[in-house]
């Protein structure tokens, strides 16, 4: 089992940034791929980025490219997911998944999904 925490969340004005960090709870998180996605309300679950359990593969929804960057440190347990340029747009709750697989994680079949962290951008 694999307990994921987000955290970072939190309000912040158009074209702030923030980072986000998600912890995870099992030694061997160096072998996960990671990924987060985002919830708007009435919207459905969408991917937003992802990098494998190497740090050596990513992955970025068209929608963050060169606004967000991905990384992970196998020491702590820990994703990140750097944000700049924030938008109205990007207001979401931000969710990490973890997965053996890169493929099932960027699908949004990963096994493992923490609570969520909330991201309001006001504009």
């Known amino acids: 089992q694999v307990q994921l925490v987000e955290s970072g969340g939190g309000l912040v004005q158009a074209g702030g940034s923030l980072r986000l960090s998600c912890a995870a709870s099992r030694r061997t998180f160096s072998s996960f791929a990671m990924a987060w996605f985002r919830q708007a309300p009435g919207n459905e679950r969408e991917f937003v980025a992802a990098i494998g359990w190497s740090g050596g593969s990513f992955y970025y929804a068209d929608s963050v490219k060169g606004r967000s960057t991905i990384s992970r440190d196998n020491d702590k347990n820990t994703v990140y997911l750097q944000m700049n340029n924030l938008k109205a747009e990007d207001t979401a709750v931000y969710y990490c998944?973890?997965?053996?697989?890169?493929?099932?994680?960027?699908?949004?079949?990963?096994?493992?999904w923490g609570q969520g962290t909330q991201v309001t951008v006001s504009s």
């Open positions: 998944a973890a997965d053996p697989s890169d493929v099932k994680v960027v699908a949004g079949l990963g096994d493992y």
